[in-house]
């Protein structure tokens, strides 16, 4: 396959110009993350098996760990509060 002349190549800078509006809008955040190369290629095909990106499959993974965290703390907090009620009535 013959590779074109970057001469014959044309910027698009209306399109480049909405991309960047669309991402200066996006609430996501771009970061450097380092993985084990076996944990990277589970994920990897996973997402793939889900028909998604695997940034997305990570991002929802974070998201889930997360909502599992603050629902086990409100858990404990509840706990809590329910053995120090208890220990005021045994004493």
Known sequence: M????MSDLKVDKKGTQAM??????SSKVK???????????E?????EDMGSPYQTLLNKIVKDSLKCKKAEES???RLEKEIKALK???S
């Not at 013959?2 to 002349?5: D, L, R, S, V």
């Not at 960047?20 to 809008?25: F, T, V």
């Open 2 to 5: 013959k590779q074109p002349k």
């Open 20 to 25: 960047r509006k669309k991402m200066a809008e």
């Open 31 to 41: 970061i450097t993350i380092n993985f084990d190369a076996d944990v990277l290629d």
């Open 43 to 47: 994920i990897k095909k996973m997402a």
């Open 75 to 77: 858990r404990l907090d």
């Open 88 to 90: 005021k009535k045994v």
